[in-house]
């Protein structure tokens, strides 16, 4: 059975994360509105959305539309999922869940409340090539993990884009940060020695560029099992780089590019036996995640994460921007 989906706005991520999906999965896109009605339209004869409508509200009201995908500004992924959520519509939002613990709270409690489906996109989780490394520090392969390193970079946006927005709840611990979290805290459900139990974050650095937005920031943390993690998520960077390192007392794996393994779907693990190369196939994370959602809204099949993770996540972001010297968005 297809979903029958309505897209608010035609970025960028729009069409990686669910036009092109959809296409694969068999889909319906059956409404696309944006704040520039051009763009919608084009956005709609590219990927075949059968209508355009005027704004976000129509989107979400129109009775073809049983799920509203959420890819806006981060200051406005809250507003519109509760919109969503009280039209009894689910919801794929793009991360960070909203700009803060306490509207992410909100967003969660009013799913619950209603009944309603709402997943945060945290796509890298569902491509076999992470949950492949997860294995690996899960059974012992790699010994006691020792340290969990997620970096994470890329070039420069332009000046207008709404990372640079303090009002648009901006910055690269925001906009990147939110996922080296979500990997910390992942790897933290697991029962591996090293780990056992959600991290703590110990200390965090962060670069402004302009007030109260972050252009670079690194996390320090520690598991409870003894692991030490680092994180470094730079938006002022030469080229695209977003590694996962879980290094143990027997090992390592090396995740080359969790954020785009339809790029590079390497995973190098390292041990006493020498060096290996495993490739876990270029088929997109996003169509991972689309194919998960939609089993779970069709066949009720759990999905790996819930709104409380969602909440937890956005209580860590907060509690770094604080760490760092810098108020939560």
Known sequence: MSLRIGVLG????????????????????????????????????KYGVERTLASYAEVIED???????????????????????AAGKPVLSEKPFARNRSEASRVAEAAEAAGVAVLEGFHYFFHPV???????????????????????AMPTPGDDDPRWSLDL?????????????????????????????????????????GAGVDSRCEVELVFPGGATGFSSHS???EEYSFTIRIIGTAGEVLVHDFIRPHLDDRLTVTGPAGQR????GTRSSYSYQLEAFAAHLHDGRPLPYDLC??????????????????APR
Request: hydrophobic share 45%.
């Open 10 to 45: 035609a970025s960028r991520i729009a069409e990686k994360a669910v036009a092109g999906p959809a296409q694969e999965l068999g889909h319906r896109l059956v409404a696309v509105a944006a704040r520039d009605p051009h763009r919608a339209a084009a956005f709609a004869e």
């Open 63 to 85: 009775p073809e539309v049983d799920v509203v995908y959420n890819p806006l500004a981060n200051s406005l992924h809250a507003p519109w999922n509760l919109a969503s959520i």
């Open 130 to 152: 992470t949950q492949r490394a997860f294995a690996l520090a899960a059974d012992g392969s790699l010994g006691t993990v020792t340290r969990v390193e997620v970096r994470m």
């Open 169 to 209: 709840a901006g910055g690269a611990l925001m906009d990147l940060g939110c996922y080296s979290l979500h990997i910390m805290r992942s790897l933290g459900r697991l029962t591996a020695d090293g780990l056992q139990g959600q991290p703590s974050i110990t200390g965090a650095d962060a670069e402004e560029r």
């Open 235 to 237: 938006m002022v960077a």
């Open 277 to 280: 190369v495993e490739r876990l």
């Open 309 to 326: 993770d969602a909440v937890a996540n956005m209580s860590y972001v907060d509690t770094v921007y604080r760490a760092a010297g810098l």
